[in-house]
């Protein structure tokens, strides 16, 4: 039987059950990392809200997931605890959208500002990014699926402006 683990905000899952498939809903300015072992199968989603830890690290050790930079580090501890290995990782990333009208009502950008603090941290400790798909006003529902690891993000405008009326669904 398929089993679905959703992943909430502020929250990661990891999972080596081929017959699992984890799902996190309605990224907005929030940043969702995507891990996958592809000899392994093993595979773990982050949804997480704010860039850097440090904004308040007391909300860092009870909930890690929150920030982009230690919500990083507990995915990918908990995917190495399940035995992927780092050269077999593929990396997608989603959300971080601008969450104004248009960009000029974004005060904060934290959509974008999650996204570099990721993009500085993989850096750093030599991880590539396989596909993003980041920016712009959209929210995006991101899925990965076990067994094959066939990653979907489905998509849809933020304030219903749209220049597509469905919701555009992708597979890769």
């Not at 891990?35 to 909300?59: Q, T, W």
């Not at 920016?135 to 489905?154: A, E, F, M, Q």
Request: one cysteine or more.
């Amino acid at each position: 039987s398929k089993m679905k683990a959703v992943v909430g905000i502020a929250d990661w899952y990891t999972s080596d059950n081929p017959e699992e498939e984890i799902v996190t809903y309605a990224l907005g300015s929030c940043l969702g990392v995507v891990v996958y072992d592809s000899i392994n199968r093993i595979g773990g989603i982050l949804h997480a809200m704010l860039p850097f830890s440090r904004e308040d690290l007391k909300k860092a050790k009870e909930k890690p997931a929150m920030y982009v930079d230690t919500g990083f580090g507990v995915l990918i501890n908990d995917i190495f605890e399940h035995g992927a290995q780092k050269k077999n990782l593929k990396i997608y990333v989603f959300g971080g959208a601008s969450m104004g009208i248009n960009s000029k009502n974004d005060h904060f950008k934290i959509g974008i500002r999650n996204f570099t603090a990721l993009r500085k941290l993989l850096w750093k400790n030599a991880f590539m990014i396989d596909y993003k798909d980041v920016g712009g006003n959209i929210s995006r529902t991101v899925s990965i699926r076990l067994k094959d690891g066939l990653v979907c993000v489905n998509k849809k405008p933020i304030n219903g402006q749209s220049n597509f009326k469905n919701n555009l669904k992708e597979c890769f």
